[in-house]
């Protein structure tokens, strides 16, 4: 099979498309035939030496969402079948004609759905919904925050929210993108950065105490503007460090407002919390996107083998929703 390996770290360039034995699926495991893959910011810094796969996951591959066919089933094997289409999260190793995956951590793709849109909807669906229900505790009729707005995860964190009920306030630093990502995602409100105080905002357009939820993608420099936007008892979700990893903060004000700081990740979650994860997306997310009420927000399409072309459009910052490799092999 071809992948596209990292041949030592560094610029788009070294991504290099070579030949790989076909692995075989030991217990449990399930050979996928991948059809697209997701391509992720955090495959850019695996490039370039800054983010190491968890251990046990190829470091030279990268690839964290797939969707595809099973095409092969380890001893064992009971929920998927032969041609079955799947997607999922991985910790590594999706830029690649072939993937072994256990089966019960493969989601059954929503009817409906093509598997080059697919491959767009594991990342983003999956942080966005883990970090605004799960670890924000988000409830209908409450107001969220979306920073930035116009990222992958943003545009899906805009559409559940409305999706559950909720109400999303999007921001972004350009006020055009914010307005494409507001019509595509519906976004109740949006807040141009830097344009004024992000609390102020959010107090405006709620005529309430502030969000529920603040689902930060930003980071460094950030935190405290969030907390000021979060209600009393809010919770701030830290998931990306776009902006930086170092920030201070008013612990006085934090505590006197009783509010919550949750960071999470997905890449370095344990198998059995990747299952129970695919288990939900297939329960409370599948039958939305088989309504049609969820989408993934595509931007392009690249063949496999220009993956140093999808990393560049990625690193210029003018892409908005998911950029997919797909394998034409
Ligand atoms: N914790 C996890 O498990 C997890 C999972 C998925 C993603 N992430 C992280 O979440 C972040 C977003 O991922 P994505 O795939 O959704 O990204 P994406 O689609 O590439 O979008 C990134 C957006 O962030 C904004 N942005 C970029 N650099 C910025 C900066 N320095 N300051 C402020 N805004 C900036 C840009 O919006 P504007 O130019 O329009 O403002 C851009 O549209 C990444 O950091 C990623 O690593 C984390």
């Known amino acids: 099979m071809k992948?596209?390996?990292?041949?030592?770290?560094?610029?788009?360039?070294?991504?290099?498309?070579?030949?790989?034995?076909?692995?075989?699926?030991?217990?449990?495991?399930?050979?996928?035939e991948v059809r697209a893959a997701g391509v992720n910011r955090a495959d850019l810094l695996?490039?370039?030496?800054?983010?190491?796969?968890?251990?046990?996951?190829?470091?030279?591959?990268?690839?964290l969402e797939y969707a595809g066919t099973v095409a092969e089933l380890g001893p064992g094997c009971t929920l998927r079948q032969l041609g079955d289409p799947v997607m999922g999260l991985v910790a590594g190793g999706a830029y690649a004609q072939?993937?072994?995956?256990?089966?019960?951590?493969?989601?059954?793709?929503?009817?409906?759905?093509?598997?080059?849109?697919?491959a767009g909807v594991p990342e983003a669906f999956l942080t966005a919904y883990r970090a605004l229900f799960l670890e924000g505790g988000l409830g209908a009729g409450d107001w969220c925050v979306i920073r930035a707005a116009t990222s992958g995860v943003g545009l899906a964190a805009g559409q559940l929210a409305g999706a559950f009920a909720a109400q999303a306030l999007g921001t972004g630093r350009d006020a055009?993108?914010?307005?494409?990502?507001?019509?595509?995602?519906?976004?109740?409100?949006?807040?141009?950065?830097?344009?004024?105080?992000?609390a102020e905002a959010v107090r405006a357009h709620?005529?309430?105490?502030?969000?529920?939820?603040?689902?930060?993608?930003?980071?460094?420099?950030?935190?405290?503007e969030n907390l000021q936007a979060a209600a009393e008892e809010g919770t701030v979700?830290?998931?990306?460090?776009?902006?930086?990893?170092?920030?201070?903060?008013?612990?006085?004000?934090?505590?006197?407002?009783?509010?919550?700081?949750?960071?999470?990740?997905?890449?370095?979650?344990?198998?059995?919390?990747?299952i129970a994860l695919a288990r939900l997306f297939e329960r409370r997310l599948s039958p939305l996107f088989a309504a049609g009420?969820?989408?993934?927000?595509?931007?392009?399409?690249?063949?496999?083998?220009?993956?140093?072309?999808?990393?560049?459009?990625?690193?210029?910052n003018h892409h908005l929703g998911k950029l997919i490799l797909i394998n034409t092999g």
């Open 98 to 118: 072939s993937l072994l995956v256990h089966e019960r951590e493969t989601i059954a793709v929503p009817e409906a759905l093509p598997l080059a849109a697919a």
């Open 176 to 198: 055009q993108r914010l307005a494409r990502a507001a019509a595509t995602a519906g976004f109740a409100a949006t807040h141009v950065e830097g344009s004024g105080p992000l």
């Open 46 to 63: 695996q490039r370039q030496g800054l983010y190491p796969p968890p251990p046990g996951v190829a470091a030279d591959v990268p690839g």
């Open 3 to 32: 992948v596209i390996a990292i041949q030592g770290h560094g610029g788009p360039d070294v991504l290099q498309l070579v030949d790989r034995e076909l692995p075989a699926p030991g217990r449990g495991e399930v050979r996928v």
């Open 206 to 224: 709620s005529g309430g105490p502030g969000a529920a939820v603040v689902l930060d993608l930003l980071g460094g420099g950030h935190l405290q």
């Open 237 to 274: 979700v830290s998931v990306g460090l776009l902006a930086g990893t170092q920030d201070r903060i008013d612990l006085g004000a934090l505590l006197m407002r009783r509010q919550r700081l949750i960071a999470m990740t997905m890449r370095s979650l344990p198998l059995e919390r990747r």
């Open 293 to 316: 009420r969820l989408k993934p927000t595509i931007d392009r399409h690249f063949p496999l083998a220009d993956a140093a072309e999808a990393h560049r459009h990625m690193a210029q």
